[in-house]
């Protein structure tokens, strides 16, 4: 049954009720204060008549019972309105009647007694009687008189006439009212509705337009926040699903190219077709290329296990870990004609001194590799943040292009894949560092232009010591 539906029926249970109540009570108490004040009348009119037979009441014996009939004759004819009929009569006999309709006793009544009750007379009128007794000559008469409420139970119909048919009417309108505000109330609901069902169909992009300010507008900015989540949420997803088959597809190539090498050159000394100086260069290619699957798979290794590994930092010094590896790293880079140089602050932070190692290691071998062996200068600097540190790493190699920064730290992606396969590369060196930072609570910014050199910015906030 739909919520428009359910509204009118309460909508019209509830008029019922309430109107149901209010009229009854209504027309019920008019009626009994109409009949209270019928019974006040006719208990006047009564008391008037026996007081008249009272006065009377000097004539003792059966023969004063002629001027009592020729009294209550006269009463009868001034009091035409106030009773519709009236009957004394004694335990021998009836003595008077007056009126057309008979009077339904209620029983013999006691002197000085009056009984009053509503009863139906014998043509279905509605009756008023009241009875009572009196001492006459000492002898008991007694008098019953009668008045017609016909009327008043007329009234009581018409008003019940006329109330059903005004609750009839209301009842429709308020059904008409009630089921065309109710549609109005609930046409966000269905709007709201229709939108979910799209969205449940794969339309992420649709949104509830209602812009109402009840709870239902409110409603509706909750639902279209939670589907911008959502739609968010599920881009998050399908870009992690591109990245990972885009890793598989791409780990795939790197093992593919060296495991057919390594096949071809081990095929070919297995043949014994080669001479002692090929079989040499075979053989150190097919160690070549296992140190590089080897490397690959270390990498590899070491990123799961960074993923995996809830960190424990500790105090350390980064001018001391930068200095220490750039005595170890920098009379090999002299090699090869390029500059290492430092300019660090002094302090402590909170680090995981291994992993940062690792990440210095991985960025200054990178900007190794970007000098392409014909020198330059690569300079690292340290400054203290009030959470941890700022490392950068700076060199005057052949720089990045544009297009390629926002890539540099996804798994398996090179620049140049000929030069990097020639350098030994592997493509995960800076998915590492990125991993790293992030366990860190910090960052990885590349800032470069092609032919002038590339700097790049770590923030670690582990902490401060």
Do not use: W
């Amino acid at each position: 049954m739909k919520l428009s539906v359910k509204l009118t029926l309460c909508m019209l249970g509830l008029l019922s009720l309430l109107f149901g109540i209010g009229g009854s009570l209504l027309i019920s108490t008019s009626f009994q204060v109409t009949l209270e004040r019928e019974k006040e009348g006719a208990y006047n009119a009564y008391q008037m008549v026996l007081g008249t037979l009272q006065v009377v009441n000097s004539i003792q014996g059966p023969s004063d019972y002629e001027e009592i009939s020729q009294t209550l004759e006269q009463l009868s004819r001034q009091n035409a309105g106030s009773f519709s009929s009236l009957r004394l009569y004694s335990d021998a006999g009836p003595i008077y009647e007056y009126g057309s309709k008979p009077v339904s006793s209620g029983g013999k009544a006691f002197p000085g007694s009056c009984t009053i009750r509503c009863a139906r007379g014998g043509d279905g009128a509605r009756l008023l009687t009241l009875s009572g007794a009196l001492q006459a000559g000492g002898e008991t008469l007694y008098l019953d008189m009668a008045r017609d409420i016909s009327p008043l139970f007329a009234s009581r119909h018409t008003q019940q006439q006329i109330y059903l048919l005004v609750f009839l009417l209301m009842a429709a309108l308020c059904a008409l009212l009630s089921y065309s505000i109710s549609r109005v109330l609930t046409r966000p609901l269905v709007r709201l509705s229709k939108v979910s069902r799209a969205i449940a169909k794969g339309e992420l992009s649709s949104r509830a337009d209602i812009r109402t300010g009840d709870e239902i507008g409110l409603l509706a900015r909750d639902f279209n926040a939670m589907a911008g989540a959502l739609e968010e949420k599920i881009a998050q997803l399908r870009e992690a699903v591109e990245r990972q088959e885009r890793f598989v597809g791409s780990f795939a190539h790197e093992m593919k190219t060296p495991m057919t090498s390594i096949i071809g050159y081990a095929d070919l000394i297995r043949g014994q077709t080669l001479s002692a100086g090929e079989q040499a260069e075979a053989a150190n290619y097919i160690v070549s290329e296992g140190k590089r699957l080897e490397n690959l798979s270390q990498k590899l290794l070491e990123l799961l296990v960074l993923k995996n590994t809830k960190m424990v930092f500790s105090k350390a010094r980064p001018a001391a870990l930068i200095g220490g590896l750039a005595a170890r790293l920098g009379p090999v880079y002299e090699r090869q004609g390029i500059v290492l140089s430092c300019v660090c602050g002094e302090g402590e932070c909170l680090l995981e001194p291994e992993l940062v190692k690792s990440l210095l290691i991985n960025l200054l071998d990178n900007a190794r590799k970007a000098m392409e062996g014909k020198g330059g200068r690569i300079t690292v600097r340290a400054v203290m943040l009030p959470d941890g540190c700022e490392i950068a790493i700076s060199d005057d190699g052949r720089g990045i292009p544009p297009e390629a920064l926002e890539h540099l730290t996804e798994a398996f992606y090179r620049v140049d894949r000929s030069r990097a396969r020639q350098q030994g590369g592997v493509g995960l060196g800076l998915a590492l560092c990125r991993e790293i930072a992030n366990l860190h609570g910090g960052s990885l910014h590349f800032d470069s232009r092609p032919g002038e050199g590339t700097t790049v910015t770590v923030k670690l906030r582990g902490g401060a010591a």
